[in-house]
Nanobody, 117 residues
């Protein structure tokens, strides 16, 4: 059974930094695309950043220049380095892993990030 375990969320002041980690277990096949999504209260879930197995990244405009996504394929782990955090970054952050063959989409349980202004 594939599991995604997230860590690194918490409470931070505006301008501070946090690093989220997401480790994938239970999959014989590596994940093709891994990423982070977030959902703030009363809002829909939105993409924050994704990274392919080859290292190609895609970041939401709202986080470009502040967030960095990276992955360790050997560890099947994806990271999100968040700098210069703003109050509007407050949300539950979810890790997602996508595998093309055999096909599968997997989500983590979410980790809360709260930025105080």
């Amino acid at each position: 059974q594939v599991q995604l375990v997230e860590s690194g969320g918490g409470l931070v002041q505006a301008g501070g930094s946090l690093r989220l980690s997401c480790a994938v277990s239970g999959s014989v096949f590596s994940m093709d695309v891994m990423g982070w999504y977030r959902q703030a209260p009363g809002k829909e879930r939105e993409m924050v950043a994704t990274i392919s197995s080859s290292g190609r990244t895609n970041l939401a405009d709202s986080v470009k220049g502040r967030f960095t996504i990276s992955r360790d394929n050997a560890k099947n782990t994806v990271y999100l380095q968040m700098n210069s955090l703003k109050a509007e970054d407050t949300a539950v952050y979810y890790c997602k892993a996508k595998r093309i063959f055999p096909m599968g989409d997997y989500w983590g349980q979410g980790t809360q990030v709260t930025v105080s202004s």
